[in-house]
């Protein structure tokens, strides 16, 4: 620029010591602005690394048993009959969202990992609610309300 005698109206930097001296050695008369980015992602680290290591804690609780789960299902299918192997798919694309949503991750300034996967969960569950209202909630023929799921009485599958 200064080769070109371009007249220089602003400079922005990402106020690193060296790239200030040297904007204010070559143009000292000229207004000088840190990167809002750079000042967003600075101030907001501390913020995003207590984020992060929540969602890393979130994610080491529950992927094992979201595997677990996958595990059943896969072992069932086996000896699923069409009708139950195509419901064992859905229940395994639901645990397959579940595995994406504790896998995301964030990005400074103002994506939150923690939040993104919260949000994925609660549309996980919305949709899991919906589809238990659509399917009015049958209870599976020799059981009862009353009784646990089989893999409840276990605890094999519970994602608590």
């Known amino acids: 620029m200064v080769a070109l005698e371009a007249r220089v109206l602003g400079t922005i930097s990402d106020a690193q010591e060296s790239e200030l001296f040297a904007v204010q050695e070559l143009w000292p008369d000229v207004p000088h602005q840190v990167c809002q980015f750079h000042v967003l992602r600075d101030a907001s680290k501390p913020a995003f690394e207590a984020d ?6 979130l994610r080491k609780r529950l992927q094992p048993k979201v ?6 299902i896969k072992h069932y299918l086996a000896t699923a ?25 964030g990005l400074q300034p103002f994506k939150y990992a923690t939040v993104e996967a919260t949000q994925m969960l609660e549309e996980i569950e919305a949709s899991l609610q919906q589809l238990s209202k659509k399917r009015g909630e049958v209870e599976p023929a020799g059981r009862t309300e009353a009784d646990p799921p089989a893999d409840h009485r276990s605890g094999a599958g519970c994602l608590d």
Not at 52 to 57: D, I, R, W, Y
């Open 52 to 57: 992060k290591q929540v969602k890393t804690a």
């Open 81 to 105: 009959s069409p009708d139950e192997a195509q419901q064992l798919a859905v229940l395994d694309e639901y645990a397959t969202g579940i595995v994406t949503a504790l896998n995301t991750d």
């Open 67 to 72: 595997r677990a789960v996958r595990k059943q």
